[in-house]
């Protein structure tokens, strides 16, 4: 489409029914209370000139430029300020406003770089687009004296330019890294004529500024703009997509000049980010059209070989007939599939299908594995349904909100900001995490309680609050008589009970004071509307599943289900976790979550696919690197997905993958696993594909495709093709076909189409004849499973404990500005941030230890040994140790366990017994991989420069 521009009506509305109705330049207009004047004009189509205004942030009232006359009113007042009222008559366009708008204008003009005074066609200088309304090219006003035209550019921030000649203090900026990130990184400095804004009296690069983009998408005049508009222009059109990193799964507008990206704008109309970004989403997209990208297909007949470009005919034949020969030979069983929950739910059901119908078997699984997969089974065993309750919106009417396990300011930005603002109203907080995370304390906001609680004893601490609950008297009984199984309940009851759940009872195991401990559970259980969000610091652990259906158990209890700013919210670490597991990516289900062995939903899928199938489930990942191993597991296709590097316990992956006889890589980097690959079939990015994504909410969100794919097949096409050279007959024209599949073969997604999906922006499933428009809130009335399960949560200590050989306990998570593996993000500038992982260290152990700040250190577990640099610091509690997983050369799940939880081997990636110590050189694994790493690079460069 041509450059899409979104209305700006200036000022927030208001939510409420219409009943102010007024006049305005002779037409009348009603709208909610408290609307502004400005506003309301926007609504009828009248737009008031304005610059300090706009719909995201609060009146400010300070440019003068949206004077308005109102009758039996003295003076012009602002209509960005001035709330409509009952019966008010409005002019807005007489001789004397344009006048004093001219006058103002003139006054901006005159201290402004007039060679610099570009229209901006997307509306990013509104102040060029008033002169020109307006006639104004000069100014009555001379140049000489003071100004701030030679005021130094800030070029610092490697996305975007701050340019204070064209700055008209006007506070957007500022106020949209307040209001809207809740950063507060930016100020007016100095008074009066002297005023200016800036990130701290730094440069960007060194302030606190995250690099959102609010701050470039607030400013009025250009002033503070991307350096890729800077370099390649004006965009001329606009697709709009969903993001592809994490699980808020934001609506961007991707601006195109010709077939080359300019800029990602975050949508406004999405309702998951309302506008707002993260520097991921909005900046961090370069991967796309990186030099590394493989966009030839290659196979090789063993893994010591060098690879060889061939057709994707050839490539495809290949794969084809290499699984069908391992069968052959080995069993139908010796083959199977990873998908990916980066690619589009379209792509990962197909995955699905061809394991099923084409191989024969239910050797299929995802890396939703590795991360989320005890909240699927948690919540299914509790509340009947394998999602999170509520929309991100919800969290706007949340009193007490618990995050546990989750750290939404780096892993989930976009929906931290707006947790923060609720925070910043008034809302109270519960953190649990075993890290002091930026929630705890950060510019405006401070955690009620702080739950510091050893890694490991979720379970504990979750069943100790329920014994509070319980004992004290603080059980919502009208909720649990009404929606829950009242036998159950008073079993569980009787369970957490017992003394030995007490907060005073497993302080010596949690580390946690008790009293602190009494205190939270008391605040969630009596502080009105409490919701509960949490990551993989839940689900990641050998009790993963118990920690979900403990968090259950507490919502049910304090009746914090069914409405809004209650519920149980996973925050998903993907842009398709939830899809992936949608669409029956898990060996032992279908889409929709029903099991294999079910005859009636295996009638379903026979039916449509003209297939007998297996009803036994299939192989886990863990299960297929023990069987390859053991040599049985020959052949595996690998969606999107980097096991050698993201999941534990690296040096078994890697025996795995060598063991086996047929590896088929389909991705857009040679990557970790590639080393071990046979076949590699070039990616495609979510920039290059049509699709859908369904983000933490279950909100199904379309992938648009902006650019034709660079390796000419987009991930669908090529599995299909994949498909047909087997033998097993895939005929889809575009993925709205897919689709439509998977809503005649899923209950949840019968509702759902492409055509659906466009006229409503985005949906919430469950979306069928019960609820054509999706479900924003889940269990509203009952739960899905009919009476609500409480379910007895008895807490069994990790096998992974500190010792006197490894007396610290590692654990891990992520950080701002890079995500998961790292593939995409270590592609982009966003290196400038976070160039390598580093490990942090509580004083106390370092001083033990010897280390300083910047040592390079060795980490070491019964698993294996890297080594990286350290970081002195207060965040982590004595005894434990932290760090993230972004880059491949740090191998942190070189270390990781086998350990896994209980139902679902989800791995626990979150306690891992270690001891550190001060090394003056990498560890041999690392050495070893470096040398292979940057072989891999070479081969991909010299691609790149031969293609050039």
């Known amino acids: 489409m041509a450059l899409l521009r979104e209305v700006d009506v200036g000022t927030p509305i208001r939510v409420g029914s219409p009943t102010v109705t007024l006049t305005i330049d002779g037409r009348k207009v009603s709208v909610p209370p408290g609307t502004s004047v400005m506003a309301a004009a926007a609504l009828i189509d009248n737009p008031i000139p304005k610059l300090c205004a706009t719909d995201s942030l609060e009146p400010f009232g300070s440019c003068r430029l949206c004077l308005v006359e109102i009758e039996g009113r003295k003076g012009t007042p602002a209509s960005c300020t001035t709330p409509a009222e009952e019966g008010m008559v409005v002019h807005t366009k007489t001789e004397r406003l344009e006048r004093l708008r001219r006058g103002v204008l003139e ?6 770089p007039l060679d610099r005074l570009a229209f901006d066609g997307d509306g990013g200088n509104e102040l060029a687009a008033e002169a020109v309304k307006l006639g104004l090219a000069e100014t009555r006003y001379g140049r000489e004296g003071a100004n701030h035209l030679k005021a130094p550019i800030d070029s ?80 001329e059109r606009t ?24 800029r990602m704008v975050p949508y406004k109309a999405g309702k998951a980010n309302e506008g707002h970004s993260c520097v991921k989403g909005r900046f961090a997209y370069g991967y796309a059209s990186h030099r590394d990208r493989v966009l030839k297909p290659m196979i090789r007949r063993r893994i010591e070989d060098p690879w060889t470009e061939v057709s994707w005919e050839e490539a495809l034949a290949h794969a084809a007939s290499e699984f069908k020969r391992i069968q052959a030979t080995y069993g139908r069983d010796a083959v199977g599939a990873i998908s990916s929950s980066r690619c589009t739910n379209e792509e990962v059901f197909l995955v699905q299908k061809l394991v099923r119908m084409g191989f024969g078997n239910n050797n299929v699984d995802t890396c939703a594995r590795v991360c989320h997969s005890p909240t699927g089974f948690g919540l299914a065993s509790t509340y009947g349904t394998s999602a999170g309750t509520q929309d991100f919106r919800s969290v706007d009417k949340s009193d007490v909100v618990i995050v546990i396990g989750a750290n939404p300011t780096d892993a989930h930005p976009v929906f931290a900001a707006r947790l923060k603002k609720r925070l910043r109203a008034g809302a109270r907080l519960i953190v649990i995490d075993p890290r002091r995370i930026d929630l705890v304390r950060s510019p405006h906001i401070r955690a009620d309680h702080h739950l510091a609680l050893r890694p490991g004893t979720n379970v504990a601490v979750l069943t100790a609050m329920a014994h509070v609950i319980v004992t004290e008297g603080l059980v919502d009984e009208a909720f649990v008589g009404e929606r829950c199984d009242r036998d159950n309940f008073q ?235 087997m033998g097993v007959p895939m005929r889809y024209g575009h993925p709205s076909e897919i689709m439509d599949e998977i809503a005649r073969a899923t209950p949840t997604f019968s509702g759902v189409s492409y055509a659906r999906l466009d006229q409503l922006g985005s949906i919430q499933w469950p979306c069928n004849d019960q609820a054509p428009e999706g479900t924003p809130i889940m269990h509203v009335d009952r739960f899905v499973r009919g009476k609500g399960r409480f379910i007895p949560t008895e807490y069994v200590p990790t096998e992974e404990r500190a010792g006197p050989r490894f007396p610290l306990l590692l654990t891990t998570g992520r ?134």
């Open 491 to 725: 079993s569980w009851a009787r369970f957490v009970a017992e003394d030995r759940h007490s907060p005073e009872a497993i302080a010596a195991a949690t580390g946690v004071d008790p009293e602190e401990l009494r205190r939270a559970a008391r605040l969630y259980a009596t502080g009105g509307a409490g919701s509960v969000y949490y990551g993989l610091g839940v689900t990641e652990h050998a009790q993963g599943s118990t920690a979900v259906m403990a968090i259950a158990n507490l919502a049910m209890a304090t009746g914090n289900i069914g409405r809004e700013g209650v519920g149980v919210n996973p925050l998903r670490g993907q842009n398709n976790v939830q899809g992936s597991c949608d669409m029956g990516s898990f060996p032992h289900e279908f889409s929709g979550y029903r099991h294999v062995s079910d005859d009636a939903t295996r009638v379903v899928f026979e039916r449509l696919w003209g297939v007998k199938l297996s009803n036994e489930p299939g192989l886990r990942i863990p299960n297929m690197m023990d069987e390859a191993i053991d040599g049985s597991f020959k052949g595996l296709y690998l969606q999107g997905e980097d096991i050698a590097q993201s999941d534990p316990d690296t040096q078994h992956v890697i025996a795995g993958l060598r063991a086996m006889e047929c590896v088929v890589i389909q991705d857009l980097f040679l990557n970790e696993s590639a080393r071990y690959a046979h076949v590699f079939l070039p990616g495609s990015s979510f920039l290059e594909k049509d699709g859908t994504f369904t983000n933490a909410e279950r909100r199904i969100s379309r992938v648009r495709k902006a650019i034709e794919p660079l390796a000419v097949k987009a991930d669908w096409e090529t599995t299909i093709a994949l498909a047909n050279a």
């Open 156 to 235: 610092s921030n490697p996305y975007f330019a701050f340019d204070p000649t064209k700055c008209i203090v006007c506070s957007r900026c500022v106020r949209a890294c307040d209001e809207v990130q809740g950063t507060f990184a930016l100020t007016i400095l100095n008074r009066g004529f002297d005023s200016v804004v800036s990130p701290g009296g730094v440069e960007f690069l060194e302030s606190e500024c995250v690099s959102c983009g609010a701050c470039v998408q607030a400013c009025p005049t250009g002033s503070l703009v991307e350096k890729s508009v800077i370099e390649m222009g004006i965009p």
């Open 107 to 112: 006054l901006y003009l005159s201290d402004h």
């Open 815 to 948: 950080i701002l500005s890079q995500y998961n593996v790292g593939a995409q993000t270590r592609r982009t500038a966003n290196l400038v941030w976070h160039e390598e992982d580093i490990l942090e260290i509580h004083p106390f152990d370092a001083e033990q230890r010897g280390v300083v700040d910047g040592d390079l250190v060795a980490l070491q577990s019964r698993s294996g040994e890297i080594a990286l640099r350290a970081r002195v610091s207060e965040r982590m509690r004595p005894g434990v140790v932290y760090t993230t997983f972004h880059h491949a050369v740090t191998g942190a799940n070189v270390v990781t366990t086998d350990n896994s939880d209980w139902a679902t081997n989800c791995p626990e990636y979150k306690v891992t017994a270690v001891q550190v110590r001060r090394t003056n050189h990498l560890s041999d694994w690392q050495v070893r991989d470096q040398e292979e790493g940057i072989a891999l690079r070479r081969i991909a460069g010299d691609r790149a420069n031969a293609a050039e």
């Open 239 to 262: 697709v709009v997509t969903t993001c592809a990193y994490c699980g808020v799964g934001c609506a961007l507008k991707a601006q195109l000049k010709g077939d080359k990206i300019v």
